[in-house]
């Protein structure tokens, strides 16, 4: 048998991390090890307890959730733990905040039970959690803003195909999908996958697409 699923739930509304105490606790392949009201009670609970995963509110005393993930999963960090962030707003400026933060996704707080008691499974199993609608309508809203003013797609240490896919990545496309814009397999993609990963010293999808976001591969 597998050990459960290790959680740690944050927000500040009582009611609301009550609710998800109860859902995340009910399921036989979870276990809920704290949780808190504040971001900083958030960074101490998940050095002291290592859990899985971290279900994070972004709006929080104290300190806030993306300062909170920055600290648990940001670059740099010795031992990063895995953070879902669960926010009331959808296409928040701090949904891109989070996952430069270092989040490995995002889900909005109205989604059913069983959607996100598959983004705390998805995150723990290591991918990671974005929705392709919600990244196709973010570039549109931040792409201004977040891309750099210099450098350009020659700088970047990828293979013509391997920016094709990255860029795909960007746009929301799950493997399925870019296997059939390209026209390869769903393995062949998983491989550009991991390798456009490797080479950028990337953690996940979620840090490809802000990659992307931020060195001008989205139109």
Do not use: W
């Not at 499974?121 to 991918?127: D, E, Q």
């Not at 493997?175 to 059939?180: D, F, M, S, Y």
């Amino acid at each position: 048998m597998t050990a459960p699923i290790r959680v740690l739930v944050c927000d500040d509304q009582v009611l609301i991390r009550t609710g998800l105490v109860t859902i995340i606790g009910a399921q036989p392949d979870m276990e809920v090890v704290g949780e808190c009201g504040d971001g900083r009670t958030a960074v101490d609970l998940g050095a002291r307890l290592g859990p899985d995963v971290v279900v994070m509110d972004v709006r929080m005393p104290v300190l806030d959730g993306i300062g909170a993930t920055r600290l648990l999963a940001g670059a740099g960090v010795r031992e990063p733990v895995k953070v879902l962030v669960v926010t009331t707003f959808n296409l928040d400026e701090y949904v891109y905040e989070a996952l430069r933060a270092g989040a490995s996704g995002f889900l909005l707080k109205d989604a059913p039970p069983g959607q996100l008691l598959h983004g705390i499974r998805t995150v723990a199993s290591g991918a990671a959690l974005l929705d392709p609608g919600v990244t196709r309508r973010l570039v549109g809203r931040y792409a201004a803003r977040v891309r750099p003013t210099g450098g350009s797609p020659d700088d970047i240490p990828l293979t013509p195909r391997e920016l094709e896919v990255l860029r795909l990545i960007a746009d929301g496309l799950s493997n399925k999908e870019i296997a059939g814009a390209l026209v390869i397999s769903q393995e062949t993609v998983k491989t550009f996958v991991s390798r456009i990963l490797a080479k950028l010293a990337l953690r996940d999808r979620v840090q490809a697409v802000v990659y992307a976001y931020r060195h001008g591969l989205v139109a």
